[in-house]
């Protein structure tokens, strides 16, 4: 009778344990039909979002024509810019910062879904013969291309360096007879001459930055510049200041 008793509620345990499992499975399946639907309203979304973008894009360009043309009747002011980023600052070598004296506009072509691209506008220089240099990122999606769904490519203007100039071979900018000093890891040509080519999307910290930070509001860094160089006389009107006050302390301690 025990047994039998026993054996009962195993098998009523068991028959609930198997209700439990299938209200799971039946919930979870639930679950992932709403999550579906959720996703493709987040990508119908995200397709929406990007026509506004595009959209304004192509409104603001003009406007960026106009700020450009304003910004070139300022002295140095895109590597002013470039040196206040606590990023792009960083990028900068001492050889780099000498091309960037030459730098005279900078603009980001974000209008295409697909590609955007970055360009710097130079005067005549002593190091290259180019008057602008690109850096172009190409999206490929499914059907585009015969490469694979997703691929990122990012390309660049091959650079004509002037004679004794240049990056080629690990040497300087300014290339001297036998000099093969090595380049640092990291710097602006470095990073420009640097073709990409991914089955994912590059994430290029530079160049997002450029487009997403610097691009939009370069007057911020322009001023941030001025401002610690406006802090600095201050702070030396300040030691001045003090320097006079501890002086004419000691004359009082004399008389």
Do not use: C
């Not at 240099?133 to 291309?145: D, I, R, V």
């Not at 710097?187 to 089955?199: A, G, K, L, V």
């Amino acid at each position: 009778m025990v047994a039998e008793q026993s054996k009962k509620a195993k098998t009523e345990e068991k028959v609930e344990e198997e209700q439990i499992d299938e209200e799971l499975v039946l919930s979870m399946e639930k679950l992932q039909e709403i999550q579906d639907d959720l996703e493709k309203i987040n990508e119908q979304a995200n397709d929406e979002i990007l026509k506004v973008e595009q959209k304004y894009n192509v409104i603001r360009k003009p406007v960026y024509d106009k700020r450009n043309e304003a910004i070139k009747s300022i002295p140095d002011f895109w590597i002013a810019a470039f040196m206040s980023h606590p990023a792009l600052g960083e990028l900068l070598t001492e050889e780099d910062q000498k091309i960037f004296k030459f730098l005279s506009s900078l603009e980001v072509d974000d209008a295409e879904e697909v590609k955007y691209s970055i360009t710097f506008h130079f005067n005549p220089n002593p190091f290259f013969e180019d008057a602008k240099l690109t850096k172009t990122f190409t999206f490929f999606e499914e059907g585009t291309s015969s490469l694979a769904p997703g691929t990122t490519i990012a390309t660049a203007t091959p650079i004509k360096w002037k004679e004794g100039k240049g990056l080629q071979n690990g040497v300087s900018h300014d290339v001297k007879i036998g000099d093969k000093r090595a380049l640092p890891e990291e710097s602006f040509f470095t990073w420009f001459t640097d073709d990409q080519h991914s089955e994912n999307e590059i994430n290029d910290e530079v160049a997002d930055i450029i487009r997403e930070d610097l691009w939009i509001n370069p007057l911020a860094y322009f001023n941030n510049d001025s401002d610690e160089e406006d802090s600095g006389g201050d702070d030396d009107d300040e030691e001045g200041d003090e320097e006079d006050d501890d002086e004419e302390g000691e004359d009082g301690e004399e008389e």
